[in-house]
Structures are given as structure tokens and as C-alpha cells.
């Protein structure tokens, strides 16, 4: 499985947008990258998956570059609700590794 | 929404006592999985569940932990003699069977276990 690097912590504003950078130098082929979101006392929630440029959905977009080196979650105008612990998560979908590791994460503060 | 549901909310349990935690995953969904976030800590792959059988387990899925799919709705976990560091948030989560989906998990709400 590939190793990913994310800020520790983040803080920003409400209305703000919110980028979260993953670095997973060594992400293989077939790997795809996963961004979690999580509360306190509740389990993770899955927000956005892709493999390569760029993914938008209802919740946020991920951008991927050429390289799949990083990956970038982009959190548009942020609530106060989007205060949560952010897992970036790189995987081949089962193939070689059937599990899923999550780091540390980024635990991002919203202030008003 | 479908939601992967789990029970008891909160188990307290005495060390060395056996507990069994329940998870009813999403109905279509085919592979299992619980992981434990002791507090202030990470979420921890304990064990992942295929076909009526462990497909992965991580270090931390020693002979203590038990998982079975007893009949077509429930998973569960078993921890045969509690030891105080058990004490964690234990979740299940559920995921259909494509190469993506794989990893677009839904986790339940979680299990408190507290061994004192």
C-alpha cells in the first residue's frame, strides 16, 4: 500500500474554500485514492474517490495531477460542520492489499 | 439511505470476559470489515470479511478475535477474554464487490467498548 503524507492540522474560516494536499509518492498503477471524512465519535465517511485529473461531486472535488504524486481536496465555502478529521487513503481496490489503512489524517478547524 | 447498523451503542465489560459485538451491513454488499479507533488515535483495520471468510486480517486480529456471518444479515465480532487496551470505538463497515466500490466503505455508527 502506498504511504500518504497530510498537514497534521488545518484551520480556516467559515465561507472559505478548504485545500487538503495528500502527498503518495509511491501510488501504483492501479491504485485509486479515497478521501474520508470523520466526526468525533462517529465512523468515517466516505466523500470522494478518483484515479487520475479531476472528480466533483455534491460535497467536494479532487484534483489529481499527471504525476498521481499528491492529490488535492478541495472543500468549497466551509461550514462550521465541516470541522472533522480529513483521511486521504490510497489503495488498489483489493487486488493486492485487501485492506484499508488510514494515517492520521488532517483534522481541520473551522472557525466562525 | 441504506446504513450499516451496530449494537450495543456501548458494552462495558469486565477483563477477561468474552464480548460479542453485532453489525448488520448494507443488504447488498458483499465484503465485511471492523476496525477499532482507540481514543484520540487512528482508525485500525482489524479484519476484512469475504465469502464466508476472512479475506485480510492485520496484526492487531490476534486468536482473541473471532468475526462470523452467523446467518445472511449479521456480522459479528468476538473477543474471547477482554483485556483492558480493547477499550476502543469498534466499527464495521460494509462495501460491494467492484474494483471502486471497494473502497467507498460505509461505516456504522460504531461500538464503545469499555474493559475495566
Known amino acids: 500500500l502506498a504511504k500518504t503524507t497530510q498537514p497534521i492540522s488545518m484551520d480556516s474560516y467559515e465561507g472559505q474554500e478548504v485545500n487538503i494536499t495528500c502527498s503518495h509518492n509511491n501510488i501504483a498503477t492501479n491504485d485509486y485514492i479515497t478521501w474520508y471524512q470523520q466526526f468525533p465519535s462517529q465512523g468515517p465517511r466516505f466523500i470522494i474517490q478518483?484515479?487520475?485529473t479531476k472528480v466533483t461531486n455534491e460535497v467536494a472535488s479532487l484534483f489529481i495531477p499527471a504525476d498521481r504524486k499528491s492529490s488535492t481536496l478541495s472543500l468549497p465555502r466551509v461550514s462550521l460542520s465541516d470541522t472533522a478529521v480529513y483521511y486521504c487513503l490510497v489503495g488498489d481496490g483489493g487486488y493486492n492489499n485487501n485492506d484499508m489503512r488510514f494515517g492520521a489524517g488532517t483534522r481541520l478547524t473551522v472557525k466562525p | 439511505e441504506p446504513e450499516v447498523t451496530q449494537t450495543p451503542s456501548h458494552q462495558v465489560t469486565q477483563m477477561g470476559q468474552e464480548v460479542i459485538l453485532r453489525c448488520v451491513p448494507i443488504s447488498n454488499h458483499l465484503y465485511f470489515y471492523w476496525y477499532r479507533q482507540i481514543l484520540g488515535q487512528k482508525v485500525e483495520f482489524l479484519v476484512s470479511?469475504?465469502?464466508?471468510?476472512?479475506?485480510?486480517k492485520s496484526e492487531i486480529f490476534d486468536d482473541q478475535f473471532s468475526v462470523e456471518r452467523p446467518d445472511g444479515s449479521n456480522f459479528t465480532l468476538k473477543i474471547r477474554s477482554t483485556k483492558l487496551e480493547d477499550s476502543a470505538m469498534y466499527f464495521c463497515?460494509?462495501?460491494?464487490?467492484?474494483?471502486?466500490?471497494?473502497?467507498?466503505?460505509?461505516f456504522g455508527p460504531g461500538t464503545r467498548l469499555t474493559v475495566t
Open positions: 478518483g484515479y487520475k
Open positions: 470479511f469475504y465469502n464466508n471468510e476472512i479475506s485480510e
Open positions: 463497515a460494509s462495501s460491494g464487490e467492484g474494483e471502486r466500490e471497494y473502497y467507498e466503505q460505509y
